[in-house]
């Protein structure tokens, strides 16, 4: 579901802007979109969300671009899903 900027999330620049910078003054340090995307592409990978699904979101053509840059997996969700082996 996209609005007419073609954003599944609904959020003007501006709002976003003002977010980050009100973000940054309470924890104080600056914090880049990158870092967020990469965790936002992390958890929905450890939440088991369709690849298709953080494709769209992440605006991305395919999954590798996704995975390349943003989706890693965290120590803590490696050694669970080892268990699941067991």
Same mark, same amino acid.
């Given at each position: +579901?996209?609005?007419?900027?073609?954003?599944?999330?609904? +959020?003007? $620049?501006?709002?976003?802007?003002?977010?980050?910078?009100?973000?940054?003054?309470?924890?104080? &340090?600056? +914090?880049?979109?990158? $870092? @967020?995307?990469?965790? &936002?592409?992390?958890?929905?990978?450890?939440?088991?969300?369709? $690849?298709?699904?953080? +494709?769209?979101?992440?605006?991305?053509?395919? &999954?590798?671009?996704?995975?390349?840059?943003?989706?890693?997996?965290?120590?803590? &969700?490696?050694?669970?899903?080892?268990?699941? @082996?067991?």
């Amino acid at each position: +579901i996209k609005n007419a900027n073609n954003k599944v999330f609904k +959020i003007s $620049d501006r709002q976003l802007k003002n977010s980050f910078n009100e973000l940054e003054t309470l924890c104080g &340090f600056r +914090i880049q979109l990158k $870092d @967020l995307r990469t965790t &936002f592409a992390t958890r929905c990978t450890e939440s088991n969300i369709s $690849d298709n699904l953080i +494709i769209k979101w992440m605006g991305h053509s395919s &999954f590798n671009t996704t995975k390349k840059y943003y989706s890693k997996t965290t120590e803590k &969700f490696e050694k669970d899903q080892s268990k699941l @082996l067991k």
